[in-house]
Nanobody, 123 residues
Framework: QVQLVESGGGLVQAGGSLRLSCAAS????????MGWFRQAPGKERRFVGA????????DYADSVKGRFTISRNNAKNTVYLQMNNLKPEDTAVYYC????????????????WGQGTQVTVSS
């Protein structure tokens, strides 16, 4: 199995930027498609974006398109979520997830999850 650890969260003003990282250990990271999800207080966990194992495919939720970018460095076993022009509604705990066979937005299909990192955007 693979272990995932997110980092990079924090408090930022609206319009600012953050870059989240998700470091993987265990199995071969390049075998895994990766997803980012977020969960705001009192709400369901929702899809943010995904990147395929080789980085050739990327998809985003409509709410973050044009503002967020996912990338990965397989040599460093890390996937990134660059978040620009942050809005208060982006406030949530952000999670990364991994799966060897599934690529997409369905959180129930991902086998491995990190513990999450808090992002708070002040207005």
């Amino acid at each position: 199995q693979v272990q995932l650890v997110e980092s990079g969260g924090g408090l930022v003003q609206a319009g600012g930027s953050l870059r989240l990282s998700c470091a993987a250990s265990g199995r071969t990271f390049s075998n895994y498609n990766m997803g980012w999800f977020r969960q705001a207080p009192g709400k369901e966990r929702r899809f943010v974006g995904a990147i395929s194992w080789g980085g050739g495919m990327g998809d985003y939720a409509d709410s973050v398109k044009g503002r967020f970018t996912i990338s990965r460095n397989n040599a460093k076993n890390t996937v990134y979520l660059q978040m620009n022009n942050l809005k208060p509604e982006d406030t949530a705990v952000y999670y990364c997830a991994a799966d060897t066979s599934y690529y997409g937005s369905n959180l129930g299909e991902y086998d491995y999850w990190g513990q999450g990192t808090q992002v708070t955007v002040s207005s």
